[in-house]
Antibody, heavy 114, light 113 residues
Framework: EVQLLESGGGLVQPGGSLRLSCAAS????????MSWVRQAPGKGLEWVST????????YYADSVKGRFTLSRDNSKNTLYLQMNSLRAEDSAVYYC???????WGQGTLVTVSS | DVVMTQSPLSLPVTLGQPASISCRSS???????????LNWFRQRPGQSPRRLIY???NRDSGVPDRFSGSGSGTDFTLKISRVEAEDVGVYYC??????????FGQGTKVEIK
């Protein structure tokens, strides 16, 4: 069974940093590109970033480019999202999603507020 | 980026009656490999999204056959032949053709009248 367990969310002040993790199991993690998708409270879904299966190619939405860094450790089946210079508009539930889009975790809530 | 536009944004339906959601894209979703990567998701209240339909018309495992997807190019539709109470939620279309920049529709809230 595919499982995606996001963690690392929490309350942070504007300008602060957080590191999200996504522990994957039940599939060959190293074979799949992985993405982060976020959902602000009461809003729709927004693609944030994608990393190729090897980690050699990384893509970001314009809204997070230069502030967020996506990485992965295929030996640990884990995806990471380092979020710096956080803004109020980054407040959302963050989901990690394999390239197929088939499986979503429960997400981790990030709240940026003073 | 490709813009996905859904309509309606709110859809009150009577149990047992059909429902239909439209999704239009600002660019063709036909990939260079010939496939069309248009997906439909449902998000029930308090839950994560779940994919229902992939590549326009293919139901995911466990999805009832009352759900069907159709369309081509830039114009797509999700239909529920007979709405049941468990179908309540927000439905999103999503394009994966212009990978890696997935884009989603605004969402359509389906509720029971």
């Amino acid at each position: 069974e595919v499982q995606l367990l996001e963690s690392g969310g929490g309350l942070v002040q504007p300008g602060g940093s957080l590191r999200l993790s996504c522990a994957a199991s039940g599939f060959t993690f190293s074979s799949y590109a992985m993405s982060w998708v976020r959902q602000a409270p009461g809003k729709g879904l927004e693609w944030v970033s994608t990393i190729s299966n090897s980690g050699g190619s990384i893509y970001y939405a314009d809204s997070v480019k230069g502030r967020f860094t996506l990485s992965r450790d295929n030996s640990k089946n884990t995806l990471y999202l380092q979020m710096n210079s956080l803004r109020a508009e980054d407040s959302a539930v963050y989901y990690c999603v394999p390239a197929s889009g088939t499986n979503w975790g429960q997400g981790t809530l990030v709240t940026v507020s003073s | 980026d490709v813009v996905m536009t859904q309509s309606p944004l709110s859809l009150p339906v009577t149990l047992g009656q059909p429902a239909s959601i439209s999704c239009r894209s600002s660019q063709s979703l036909v990939h260079s490999d010939g496939n069309t990567y248009l997906n439909w998701f449902r998000q029930r209240p308090g839950q994560s999204p779940r994919r229902l339909i992939y590549e326009v018309s293919n139901r995911d495992s466990g999805v009832p056959d009352r759900f069907s997807g159709s369309g081509s190019g830039t114009d797509f539709t999700l239909k529920i032949s007979r709405v049941e109470a468990e179908d309540v939620g927000v439905y999103y279309c999503m394009q994966g053709t212009h990978w890696p920049r997935w884009t989603f529709g605004q969402g359509t809230k389906v509720e029971i009248k």
